[in-house]
């Protein structure tokens, strides 16, 4: 179980727009920054957003992050079928004393 | 560029200590401005963070981890290690390396992983 909860997964068409949603308590996500990632098959996870909405160099700016209170959100614009892979949200936890992660979100493009 | 690259034995026998080694390139671990941490993905599943540490030897562990586990730093080598003592089949995982920033605690570089087997 998880300390930060996410849908299983998603789908949606080519072109599509889709959100990933992430849940969390005032000790993690209302607290702290929440971060993303993104971990295509057999590779390790890249870094997607951090600080809420910030991208990283080089990220496409199809991405994109918001928060709001205790829950925080990706959204994929444009949607390729190189965007098919796992997406983990991410933030400390005050309460835990360490990062926790979310269960991940598997992105199907249908 | 920054690269990080995880080392040690691929395969454990179950009550022996798993010692992985993670070496840094493209980035001085004594320069100070980064945390260094270890994370781990049981098969199929999702992350799990485990540790990190910081130049000067500072460190935040996993509490559901934390009395079998030990980080290290060597800044005169730039690498960090990972001990787990007592290991079982439930620590078999990908041990992944990564990079930390302070700002926003973000993992910024990842090694490629590593897998570790434990068996019986």
């Known amino acids: 179980q998880s300390v930060l909860t996410q849908p299983p997964s998603v789908s949606a068409a080519p072109r599509q727009r889709v959100t990933i949603s992430c849940s969390g308590s005032?000790?993690?996500?209302?607290?702290?920054?929440v971060n993303w990632y993104q971990q295509l098959p057999g590779k390790a996870p890249k870094l997607l957003i951090y600080?809420?909405?910030l991208l990283p160099s080089g990220v496409s700016e199809r991405f994109s992050g918001s928060k709001s209170g205790t829950s925080a959100s990706l959204a994929i614009s444009g949607l390729q079928s190189e965007d098919e892979a796992d997406y983990y949200c991410?933030?400390?936890?005050?309460?835990?004393?360490?990062?926790?992660f979310g269960g991940g979100t598997k992105l199907t493009v249908l | 560029q920054v690269q990080l690259q995880e080392s040690g034995p691929g395969q454990l026998k179950a009550s022996q200590t798993l010692s992985l080694t993670c070496s840094v390139s493209?980035?001085?671990?004594?320069?100070?401005?980064?945390?260094w941490s270890w994370i781990r993905q049981h098969p199929g599943k999702g992350l799990e963070w485990i540790a990190y540490?910081?130049?000067?030897?500072?460190?935040y562990y996993n509490p559901s981890l934390k009395s079998r586990i030990t980080i290290s730093v060597d800044t005169s080598k730039n690498h960090f290690s990972l001990k787990l003592s007592s290991v079982t089949a439930a620590d078999t995982a990908v041990y992944y390396c990564?990079?930390?920033?302070?700002?926003?605690?973000?993992?910024?570089?990842w090694g490629q992983g590593t897998l570790v087997t434990v068996s019986s």
């Open positions: 990564a990079r930390q920033s302070p700002a926003a605690m973000q993992f910024d570089y």
């Open positions: 493209g980035d001085s671990i004594s320069s100070g401005h980064y945390y």
């Open positions: 540490i910081y130049h000067r030897g500072s460190t």
């Open positions: 005032s000790s993690n996500i209302g607290n702290n920054a």
């Open positions: 600080y809420d909405d």
């Open positions: 991410a933030a400390w936890d005050d309460s835990l004393n360490g990062e926790v």
